[in-house]
């Protein structure tokens, strides 16, 4: 009976199959799979991803997570915000033109579905434009270290600011924090896709950890992307945590001779929407401005394997933006970097590589490169590509009082892939 004697054998290679392939090879299960636990799940994760900063776990009372953002109007107010693990009467801001603080501003409770916190935000209001204000929030025996950020000027100044979307917690995106750091912009600006918390609130708290010595000093204004519209509570978290003008999903603000209109593209701009972006653009040639920059999540002419270009965004979009010659419009969501040459119609106006002219067409920047995990690219660029290249990068922007608007795209080594210039 050999088909007896080599039962022990069969039953050993099982195993060990089983042992080797069961965690790639589906094996067919009878029952639902469990429910993880969400306590079980949260260890987890913080066993895979550790606090960034875990010294600033250890006090429960103090604030963390502390950021700044640009108020209305950016040049006489900010908005701070901050978290601490539990309620704390009286929580306010201290600030002041010197160290010395000096004035008070109370903070209000923001409360939303799911928090892992208690979140706080503060107005400081009345403020001079261009100038440096020191700050500490929290309460008399808990406060922040002091900090300071700056307000925008009222005049025509020069300046950097700088910008990617997609960021994340996880390598890179830590280094491409480093290498903003080092610019000190004005101020950065986030082209969605934050934290990929994804509804896990933890992964904000890390976030917002690992932000606060850059976002404590330098106001980060950022527009909303698909991975902020969380299952079950949409946008809540995005608002509730982060403090930004008009109705927080879609604002105006100015910086010296720049106005930006950051514009919600998650829903593909329905009506109204649509309407405020276009109002938007009239209001900012009406004020004439000197430079006018679109910054939304969705890129309008990505040329990504399997994504392409955004076809019902371009119908809706593409010619508001054309009819007011905004300057630049800067993307992410497609986690790539590439630029169009200035473009009309679905059309290329120019095929120079990096002088431009003001009031041509606008040029469109994905910098999706934060730090998130790099997609592919379609075999082939579409004609409206000046350049494209599968990096992580950031984007920096130097404006001047007068002369060209200038803009490099970096590495994270710190090379330069893509530069150029419109001349005023
Ligand atoms: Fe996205
Ligand atoms: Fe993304």
Known sequence: MPHLRSLPLILIAAVLSHAVWGQVAPVAESRPAPVPNPADLRAAMELNYPDIRPETRQRPDTPWQVRV???????????VTWQVQREVAGSLVEYGPSPTLGLKAPAKRVVYKSQTGVTYEAALDQLLPATAIFYRVGTPGAWSETFTATTAPKSNEPFVFTAFGDHGVLDPA?????????????????????????????????????????????????????????????????????????????????YGNVRFVVVNTVLGLPAPQLAWLEAALAKARADQVGWLIVCQHFPLFGTTAGRGFNR?????????????????????????????????????????????????????????????????????????????????????????????????????????????????
Do not use: C
């Open 69 to 79: 953002a640009f108020g209305s109007p950016s040049t006489t107010s900010l908005m």
């Open 174 to 254: 830590p280094q491409n924090l480093a290498a903003i750091t080092r610019d000190n912009p004005a101020f950065h600006v986030l082209l969605g896709d934050v934290s990929y918390a994804n509804g896990f609130q933890p992964f904000w708290d890390k976030w917002f950890d690992m932000m606060e010595p850059f976002a404590s000093r330098i106001p980060v204004m950022a527009a909303i992307g698909n991975h902020e519209y969380e299952k079950d509570i949409g946008p809540m978290t995005y608002v509730g945590r982060f403090s930004f003008p008009e109705d927080e999903l879609q604002y105006t603000f100015d």
């Open 312 to 424: 019902p965004l371009i119908v809706r979009e593409a010619a508001v933006l054309e009819k007011y010659r905004v300057d630049l419009v800067l993307a992410g969501h497609d986690h790539v970097y590439e630029r169009s040459f200035p473009i009309l119609g679905g059309k290329p106006v120019s095929q120079e590589r990096e002088r431009y002219r003001k009031g041509v067409a606008p040029i469109h920047v994905i910098a999706g490169g934060g730090g998130a995990g790099l997609y592919k690219f379609a075999p082939r660029p579409s004609s409206l590509n000046a350049i494209r290249e599968l990096t992580h990068a950031r984007l920096r922007v130097t404006v001047r009082a007068e002369g060209p608007l200038e803009v490099e795209a970096i590495r994270l080594d710190g090379s330069t892939l893509d530069h150029f210039e419109i001349a005023p």
